[in-house]
């Protein structure tokens, strides 16, 4: 089945990938929701890539969290012939996505990200919990020795330093955490491989 994702989460991802280099005043208003997104500025060509496929990746997060699931991802357009990257998102509720840019050919992760766009009303305290808990299974499947409630307390730290920025990161080892927090347009934490420099002898 094809899946439409909605202008909020066109704008949300549109946010992410600008980056810090660039502040918008206003989400785009007319902005199709199949139209093609920018890359991330941050993802150079010569970027490094996670070890893994994103079909192997959902294999072993599905496996690892059986009550909450990351469905099938499908490719966002892109317009651009010259593309290194393919980029697709997963819906996982009407306010939860997961989102990843691929190296084209190997199809290898170089990103993979969680966005939450926040709702008001009854739900939204349960709607962020469900958030956390999502980023705090996406941490989980990259630092194998956190526990549940270290990886929870991992990302809402991430999150209190991240509040109100577009671009926050934290590198831990070979492992670089972003967050890109955008208020009502979106929540958003990245995890990224890094290329780590050899040391002279």
């Given amino acids: 089945m094809r899946q439409i994702f909605p202008l909020q989460l066109a704008s949300a991802l549109l946010l992410l990938i600008l980056g810090s280099s660039m502040v918008l005043a206003d989400p785009p208003q007319e902005r199709p929701a199949n139209e093609e997104v920018p890359k991330a500025p941050y993802l150079m060509p010569g970027a490094p890539t996670f070890e893994m496929t994103l079909v192997n990746f959902r294999e072993k997060y599905n ?99 991240g509040k109100g920025m577009q671009f926050y990161q934290q590198q831990v080892g070979a492992i670089r955490y972003v967050i890109a927090d955008n208020g009502e347009k979106g929540l958003t934490l990245a995890v990224e491989p890094v290329k780590l420099a050899l040391s002279e002898p």
């Fill in 63 to 161: 496996a690892a969290n059986p009550t909450q699931q990351i469905g099938e991802f499908r490719a966002i357009p892109d317009k651009t012939d010259s593309a290194l990257l393919t980029r697709a998102a997963s819906k996982i509720n009407e306010d939860l996505y997961a989102s990843t840019a691929l190296e084209k050919g190997t199809g290898k992760i170089k990103s993979l990200q969680i966005t939450y766009l926040p709702i008001k009303g009854p739900d939204e305290k349960v709607a962020h919990a469900t958030a956390i808990s999502y980023m705090a299974n996406l941490i989980r499947q990259f630092d194998a020795t956190l526990t549940p409630a270290q990886s929870q307390d991992k990302i809402n730290n991430l999150l209190d330093k």
